[in-house]
């Protein structure tokens, strides 16, 4: 993947985590983001001057937050949302004042045109379970084709082509599960942290468009007993 792409997704990421904490009322200090983005403080300044400048951020000896009372909260939700599903770059120059004009038409101002495809039937229940349990770090039990997963840690849920899959990790290896295979899933009450290498490769390009061959990947990758194993096994 070319250096530019990847620090897009870098870019993308630090962004939705940033306004996702902000949302939730958190105050974040510059020098701990740095550390924890592995990034330089005055990158984080620029990210908030010109890239978060739509939010009505305060700034006190090197924190910021929401300003408290700050207004209606619409124009944030939907920029949140935006950012957060990876929408904004399809709007030049999505801001507040965008998000606020959007909000206010009666009509369809703009539209977002894509080739039909398809739609998997997915459960909502399913759905909105493995939403709940990424957003809390929570491990699931998943119930799916011929496979049980139990302490699957969830990471992020992606479209491609019209179908959903959940990418995750369990027994220290990446895994992705069409969520049209998925019958059931229970949000178990064990917390996980999110490997940043596995989080960062979900946002890949690469790896997005390999999703409907991950399972062909993983039998190629997987490794095949020896012809002698093999005879052991029939002895």
Known sequence: MPLTER?????????????????AGE???????????????????????????YLDLECHQGCYRLRTGAGPQGELDVLTF??????????????????????????????????????????????????SAITGSQRVLLLADGE??????????????GCWYLTGELNGHITVHPLATIHAVTVLNTT???????????????????LPHFSCIREVLSPRPSEEEQGNTLI
């Open 7 to 23: 620090r897009y997704d870098r870019l993308a990421v630090r962004l939705s985590l940033i306004i996702s904490r902000l949302v």
């Open 82 to 131: 935006a950012y957060r599903a990876g929408l904004a770059d399809i709007f030049p120059g999505l801001d507040r004042r965008l998000a606020g004009a959007l909000l206010a038409s009666d009509g369809t101002p703009c539209l977002v045109w894509q080739s039909p495809q398809p739609i998997t039937a997915t459960s909502p229940l399913v759905f909105y379970r493995l939403v």
């Open 148 to 161: 049980r997963c139990d302490g699957l840690a969830p990471y992020r849920l992606i479209s491609l082509d």
């Open 192 to 210: 996980f942290t999110p490997r940043k290498r596995f989080s960062q490769l979900t946002t890949q390009a690469s790896f997005i468009r390999a």
């Open 27 to 53: 105050t974040l200090e510059m020098q701990k983001l740095a550390t924890e983005f592995d990034v330089s403080v005055r990158t984080l300044y620029r990210d908030f001057r010109e890239r978060l400048m």
